[in-house]
C-alpha cells in the first residue's frame, strides 16, 4: 500500500498528460480558436467575474501540475481578459501546480536519480543545499529555463517544499506581469478575430530585463563564492617570486 500511494500521484499526473494529447485537446488550447470564441469569453467573464477568477486560476494551477504545454496561451489570454488581475493568479495558480509536481517528483525520481546520475547529482545536491532559495529563484527569472524543467530538478536534491515554494512564487512574478502586460495588448486584436503576433515575446525589450533580474538573483551566490575563496586564502596568497639569476 506503501508503495501504491507513492506512485499514485505521478501516475496521476502522467495519465492527464497523456489524455490531454490523446482526447485532442490541445487542438483547442490555440490563439486560432481563442480568437474565434474570444467574444464568448469576453461577455461571461463580464457576467461572472469572480467565477472567472476562480476558474481561470484552477485550471492555471491545473495546466502547471499537468505539465502541459498551454501555459503561454492561458497567460496572454488571461492579460487579454481578466487584465492586471491576472498576475496574482497566474502566480498563485502556477506556484501550486508546481508544488504538486514537486511533490510528485520527490516521491519517485528522488531516490532513483540521486542513485543513477552519481558526481553531477552530488554538485547539483551541494549548489541547492548551500543556496537553494538563490539558485532556484534565478532559474524561476531566466526565461531561456523551461518551467517545467524547473519543477523537476529541484525535486532531485534536500531542498524543502516551503523553500521551492518561497523561490517559485516571488520568482514568477517579473515574468509573468511581462506577459500579462503584453496579453493586454493583444485584446483588441483577439476582438478582431486575428491571431496575436507573438514575435514580441522574444525581443531584447522583454528578455534582456528577465535576465539581467536573473543575474541579481545570483549575486548573493557570488559574493559568497568570493567569501570562501578569500577565507581560504586563494585570492590574497602572495605569488611565488621566480627564480633566477640577480
Not at 461572472?48 to 492555471?60: D, E, P, R, T
Not at 495588448?185 to 483577439?190: K, N, P, S, Y
Amino acid at each position: 500500500m506503501t508503495r501504491i500511494r507513492r506512485f499514485l500521484l505521478p501516475a496521476l499526473l502522467i495519465a492527464g498528460l497523456v489524455a490531454f494529447f490523446a482526447g485532442g485537446l490541445h487542438h483547442y488550447v490555440t490563439f486560432d480558436v481563442i480568437a474565434q470564441n474570444y467574444a464568448a469569453l469576453k461577455s461571461f467573464t463580464a457576467a461572472n467575474l469572480l467565477a472567472s477568477y476562480l476558474g481561470f486560476m484552477l485550471a492555471y494551477a491545473i495546466a502547471v501540475a499537468f505539465s502541459l504545454p498551454i501555459a503561454l496561451p492561458l497567460t496572454l489570454t488571461g492579460g487579454a481578459i481578466l487584465g492586471w488581475p491576472a498576475v496574482g493568479l497566474v502566480v498563485i495558480g502556477a506556484t501550486t501546480g508546481a508544488a504538486i509536481v514537486f511533490t510528485a517528483a520527490r516521491s519517485v525520481l528522488g531516490d532513483f536519480l540521486r542513485a543513477k546520475a552519481g558526481p553531477f547529482m552530488a554538485k547539483l545536491e551541494a549548489g541547492f543545499s548551500e543556496n537553494a532559495f538563490s539558485y532556484l529563484l534565478a532559474l524561476r527569472l531566466v526565461p531561456a529555463v523551461p518551467f517545467w524543467v524547473t519543477n523537476i530538478v529541484p525535486a532531485m536534491t534536500s531542498m524543502r517544499l516551503s523553500t521551492y515554494c518561497a523561490a517559485t512564487f516571488i520568482g514568477i512574478i517579473p515574468g509573468t506581469t511581462v506577459f500579462i502586460w503584453v496579453g493586454r495588448g493583444f485584446d483588441h486584436v483577439l476582438a478582431a478575430g486575428r491571431t496575436p503576433d507573438l514575435a514580441i515575446l522574444g525581443s531584447p525589450e522583454i528578455l534582456l530585463p528577465l535576465a539581467g533580474i536573473g543575474a541579481l538573483a545570483l549575486l548573493p551566490i557570488i559574493v559568497r563564492w568570493w567569501q570562501m575563496r578569500r577565507q581560504s586564502g586563494d585570492l590574497d596568497a602572495p605569488k611565488p617570486k621566480k627564480s633566477g639569476a640577480k
